[in-house]
């Protein structure tokens, strides 16, 4: 929006402009309308040039990192798994489902008896329980802050707030969690470990992070994706989606890392036999035409879908899309907390 706005200012200027050459030519004025003209290509030109010299500052902010994955994806092409990664395309090619326009979607009434009877682990029917709160507060309303009119060119009526967005995210997140787990076990998927002292930390076997779903004494602590923070996901509605909260697609994450490009491809086949799972899109940044360098050369394989169980429809949350990354283990261990700091620099100075 503001780059339209930029061009509509830059060439109304050089209208102005020479218009205001033309009458001053002919001796009928025009004084009002070269200042103007002048004043606004100007400006033009000195937002150009800021745009510009912010953006090679980013560029530059992120160039060790660039270079460190752009190494490993080097190694990765010329090793033996580079047949697998164009496998692994074709593969991704096949599971692409047609659909040009995701957006989430305003919920369905959760079965409240259900929440309330403690069946999805709630400690009973006080109502004092955070997530019970937040089933009630999002019950479909007439307010222009729950709800929006139904999309004519949809067939669904997408989310207009916020509040519920994160709401459905959070009655999600530890579905998501356990479903990520089963596919891992099935691929061998593994997960991040938290660790002091190490910025990297270490890998852990989807066995593991089964048990420290269920107890506490395993050792390890898991760094699962977790739901979006508010801030950031204000910024994206408002930097990416013109203020449109139903595209945003990534409040409810998880990730999972693999050895090699085979078993994340296993992965996959896991996830398209699942019934449970409705793909709506996938991102394959392994593709070996894929420009990296607007991800700062981090790569990955990125998923949006659905979960549709019994459990995900008494909670009302059937239709709210969460993403999925599968990550190889290589990409893994370049990233880092400091790496993934100047990473969020380079994309607030491109405005993004």
């Known amino acids: 929006l503001e780059r339209h706005w930029f061009w509509v200012w830059c060439c109304d200027g050089m209208f102005n402009l020479a218009l205001g050459i033309v009458n001053f030519g002919f001796q009928k004025g025009g004084t009002n309308l070269l200042l103007l003209g002048l004043l606004q290509v100007s400006t033009s030109v000195c937002v150009a040039v800021m745009r510009e010299r912010l953006l090679r500052r980013a560029r530059h902010l992120i160039k060790p990192d660039l270079e460190k994955y752009e190494q490993v994806w080097a190694e990765l092409r010329d090793s033996e798994q580079g047949l697998d990664l164009v496998t692994l395309k074709v593969t991704v090619a096949e599971m692409q489902p047609d659909i040009s326009d995701l957006r989430q979607r305003t919920t369905t009434v959760p079965d409240l008896n259900y929440v309330i009877s403690g069946s999805y682990g709630l400690p009973g029917p006080s109502g004092t329980h955070p997530l019970l709160n937040a089933m009630l507060s999002r019950l479909p309303s007439n307010s222009s802050t729950g709800t929006r009119r139904k999309d004519p060119k949809t067939s669904f009526t997408p989310v207009g707030s916020l509040d519920q967005l994160f709401t459905q995210a959070r009655a999600l997140d530890r579905i998501l969690r356990q479903k990520v787990v089963g596919w891992a076990l099935e691929s061998r998927g593994l997960f991040a470990t938290k660790s002091s002292g190490d910025e990297h930390g270490s890998l852990a076997p989807a066995r593991i992070a089964m048990e420290s779903m269920v107890r506490e004494d395993t050792g390890l602590t ?8 508010p ?16 595209r945003l697609l990534d409040i409810c994450r998880q990730s999972c890392v693999f050895e ?46 659905q979960i549709r169980t019994d459990l995900t429809r008494r909670l009302g949350v059937e239709d709210h899309i969460c993403e999925v990354q599968l990550i190889l283990k290589p990409f893994f261990g370049v990233r880092s907390d400091k790496g993934h700091s100047r990473y969020v620099y380079f994309r607030n100075l491109r405005g993004e």
Do not use: F
């Open 222 to 229: 898991i760094k699962w994706g977790g739901v979006k923070k």
């Open 231 to 246: 801030a950031r996901a204000i910024e994206k509605v408002c930097r990416s989606y013109g203020g449109d909260c139903s």
């Open 260 to 305: 090699n490009v085979k078993d994340l491809q296993l992965c996959l086949q896991v996830l398209r036999t699942d019934s449970e799972v409705n793909i709506l899109r996938l991102k394959n940044r392994l593709d070996p035409g894929y420009n990296a360098s607007q991800t700062g050369g981090y790569r990955d394989v990125a998923l949006n879908l």
